[in-house]
DNA sequence: CTTAAGTTTCAGAAATTTCTGAAAATTGTA
DNA sequence: TACAATTTTCAGAAATTTCTGAAACTTAAG
């Protein structure tokens, strides 16, 4: 387990960037091994590498699990448990994208939907309810996006990304062909 | 300043979420406060409302400034400084989109660039580095899209996160109109 | 220049998160 | 069943992040 100063420097970035990306060093640091390194890794493998303890690579691997981004293996008369990453960088992408979606979203819109159920008993409620209608309206439709995106298929995925400024064409081009000028959907 | 059952149900939450939105638990409370709130407060209506320490809104404010989500007023006959969320919800969610593009995806993007450049001196990097590659393009692709969305018009964005699965259909027609039945962009 | 109102800074305290390592639990094999 | 290999747990240590509050700084006005 010797890691090319290239491997090197993916892993040590992927470490400082977890934060950003919804969980703390150790566990990037192993998501990128585990991403880039060719073969199922074992625990004992991890922690050598990393130079963190076994315990921690115990943790770390039930987060991974948790976001499902990593799967087990077994080699044949090895007992140990192998990881590699779950699919394609795709796969993982998307999955991230769900995982995110759910822990980013769902509490929220959750909360503001329990805040919509009251009546407000003055104006300045009235006025806070408003607001939080506005954001509950936009939240709700973000999810539903977020949605929309993570059913596509591959291929429309990418069409779609890589449309660019044709997605206002496209969008004029529908409404010319189903709704008019000027009313939306 | 009194904050409702509502309000405060508000801000708390936000605090909680705040850490998942790239913030710290004070700055999101001063934030949904900011946001929920009709008139501009100031630093000291701020940390009397959250029951925080007068420097901790000072840095607060500071790091809300660095995002772009609050602008400063001032009141006529008054040397305090006034702040508001800054714009409707959705140039707020629009800013905090921005943002994080910025923060999460630059610096890899740059990070893998630069690794890209190296020559693989074996097999083993040569792996490596076509794994770097395949997320570099994903991100970039990512990125690109993002900034497509960035750009654009509120009516725009409207219509196509409404259209739900009937993103699949247009696609579709733009395919039969422009490009034959299987070629991508 | 002086003063008072207001803001920012920052060292250290407090709170929170992450990590370690030894002990407990689990698992496969004989 | 016993046992050895492996994984998991978790209490406390270490590291990191956040927060406080007093001092330093800035600014407007007399």
């Known amino acids: ?30 998501f990128a ?11 004992e493998q991890l922690a050598q590498a990393l130079k963190i303890s076994r315990g921690n690579v115990s943790m770390g691997l039930k987060e991974l699990q948790a976001w499902r981004l990593i799967e087990l293996h077994h080699q044949p008369g090895d007992r140990k448990d192998y990881f590699t990453a779950a699919g394609s960088i795709w796969d993982l992408a998307r999955t991230v994208f769900e995982e995110r979606r759910k822990r980013e979203l769902d509490p929220t819109l959750s909360l503001l939907r329990q805040l919509l159920l009251n009546e407000p008993q003055d104006e300045q409620e009235a006025q806070a309810q408003e607001k939080i209608q506005e954001v509950y309206s936009l939240l709700e439709l973000l999810e539903e996006f977020a949605n929309t995106l993570s059913k596509l298929e591959h291929d429309d995925l990418l069409k779609l990304m890589k449309l660019g400024s044709g997605i206002v064409k496209l969008l004029e081009l529908k409404s010319r062909l189903t709704g008019g000028t000027s009313s939306s959907d």
Chains 1, 2 share one sequence.
């Open 33 to 43: 091994l585990l991403t880039i390194h060719p073969s199922p890794l074992n625990a």
């Open 1 to 30: 387990m010797k890691l090319s100063s290239q491997a090197q420097a993916f892993v040590l970035h992927f470490g400082e960037m977890g934060s950003r990306w919804g969980f703390n060093r150790t566990v990037g640091q192993m």
